[in-house]
C-alpha cells in the first residue's frame, strides 16, 4: 500500500515497465486434472468430467494448478483462448469441485474460532530478535540475491495484479466498510497515478533484480505452497458468500505488511538492489501501518457492526491465509537452508531445484 495521495511527492519518476500488455501462454499441466483444463482452453473444447477431482490431494500441484487456470480467466485470461470460456458451464463445474476440496481441507486443518479481533490480535505480536520460521526474517539477515530474486519470482503472481482479487468484495460491502475498503485500495491502484499502482511499481522491482516483468511468466516455476496462496483470495472474493473470509484475508495482509516490507527493504538494501525494488517495500512500510489501523477499524469493524453473522468467516479468513502462508514460507526456507532453488524451473543463474 502507498501514502495517501495528498502525502506523496508528485516529482517525477522512472516509468516502470507494464507487465499487463498481453495475456500469457497457457502453461504446462502437472497432472490429469490440469491437463484436462490446458487442453480444453487450448483446443476449444468442452472439458471433459473428472472422478479424480473430488479425490485429488487438495494442496497439491495438480488440483492448485488447475484452479489457478480457471481463476485467471477472470483476470488476463491466456493467449488464444476466447475470452467468452470465462463462463463456460463446464469449467465452472469442474471449478466448483475443486474449489469445494481446497475449502473441506482448509477447514479440517486450520483452528477452529469465531472472534475476528483475538485472530488479528494475534498477528500484531512481533518476535522478540531473529524468527528462524520467517521468510522476511531471514532474507534480512541472510538472504543472497539468488534468494530475493526467487521470492520476488514466485511473489510476481499476486504482485503484478496486486489489490484486484480485493476489489472483488467492493459491491459486497456498505457504508462504512465499503467507503474504507475503496480508500485503501484507491492507494494500492495509484491514488490516480498509473505509474504508482502497486502492480506497477512490483514490475520495477523485478525489473531491478533482473527478471522478467510479463505477467504470468513464473507460474511454470510456482510450487503448488505459492499457487495456493494466489487461489485463496480469488476462491473467496469471486464468491459473495466468502466476503467476510476476503476482508479477513485483506486484513491479514495489511497487519503483516509493514514490519514485513520493512524487513524486505532491509534485505534489498544490504544485497546492492536497485532504487526500483527498494521503493516497492519502503511504499509499504509506513503507509501499511496506517492501513492496518483502518482495515481493523473501519473495514473489518464496519463489516461486523453491518453483519455479526461473518465474524467467524473472518477469523477464518485470517486464519486460512496465515496457513497456507507458513506452508509456502517452510518450502522456502527449507530449500534455501539446503543451496537448493525452491521454483520448480530454476532461474538461469541460480542453484538447482529442490527435490522431494
Known amino acids: 500500500m502507498t501514502a495517501p495521495a495528498q502525502t506523496r511527492t508528485t516529482e517525477a519518476r522512472p516509468t516502470a515497465p507494464e507487465s499487463r500488455r498481453r495475456s500469457p501462454e497457457l502453461p504446462s499441466p502437472r497432472g490429469d486434472l490440469s491437463r484436462a483444463v490446458i487442453t480444453a482452453l487450448r483446443d476449444g473444447t468442452p472439458v471433459p468430467e473428472s472422478r479424480d477431482a473430488r479425490h485429488a490431494d487438495a494442496y497439491g500441484d495438480d488440483l492448485q494448478l488447475a484452479l489457478y487456470i480457471l481463476y485467471e480467466l477472470h483476470y488476463q485470461g491466456f493467449a488464444g483462448v476466447a475470452d467468452d470460456r470465462e463462463w463456460d458451464p463446464g469449467l465452472l463445474s ?19 474460532g469465531d472472534d475476528a479481533e483475538a485472530a488479528l490480535s494475534e ?22 540475491t539468488w534468494q530475493l530474486r526467487e521470492y520476488a519470482a514466485l511473489r510476481s503472481l499476486y504482485h503484478l495484479k496486486e489489490a484486484d482479487p480485493h476489489a472483488w468484495v467492493i459491491p459486497r460491502l456498505h457504508g462504512r466498510a465499503k467507503a474504507a475498503m475503496v480508500a ?70 495489511e497487519v503483516t505488511s509493514s514490519p514485513g516490507s520493512r524487513r524486505l527493504s532491509a534485505a534489498l538494501r544490504r544485497t546492492g538492489a536497485g532504487p526500483a525494488a527498494q521503493r516497492f517495500y519502503d511504499e509499504h512500510v509506513e503507509a501499511d501501518a496506517v492501513h492496518e489501523q483502518v482495515v481493523r477499524r473501519d473495514v473489518v469493524g464496519g463489516l461486523l457492526a453491518a453483519e455479526p453473522g461473518l465474524e467467524a468467516d473472518v477469523a477464518f479468513g485470517v486464519r486460512a491465509t496465515g496457513f497456507l502462508e507458513d506452508r509456502l ?19 538461469p543463474d541460480g542453484p538447482r531445484a529442490m527435490t522431494g
Open 94 to 112: 469442474l471449478r466448483h469441485v475443486l474449489e469445494r476440496r481446497f475449502l473441506d481441507a482448509l477447514h479440517a486443518d486450520v483452528p477452529a
Open 123 to 144: 498477528l500484531l505480536v512481533e518476535p522478540v530478535g531473529h524468527d528462524e520460521a520467517s521468510v522476511s526474517h531471514h532474507l534480512q539477515r541472510n538472504g543472497e
Open 184 to 253: 485503501i485500495e484507491y492507494d494500492e491502484f495509484g491514488a490516480g497515478r498509473a505509474e504508482d499502482i502497486h502492480a506497477r511499481l512490483f514490475a520495477g522491482l523485478m525489473a531491478d533484480l533482473g527478471l522478467d516483468t510479463s505477467y504470468g511468466h513464473y507460474v511454470d516455476a510456482a510450487p503448488a505452497e505459492v499457487l495456493a496462496t494466489v487461489n485463496l483470495m480469488s476462491l473467496f472474493g469471486l464468491h459473495r458468500a466468502h466476503r467476510g473470509a476476503l476482508v479477513g484475508h485483506f486484513a491479514w495482509v
Open 329 to 347: 514460507g517452510a518450502r522456502l526456507l527449507r530449500a534455501w537452508r539446503g543451496g537448493r532453488s525452491a521454483l520448480l524451473v530454476p532461474l
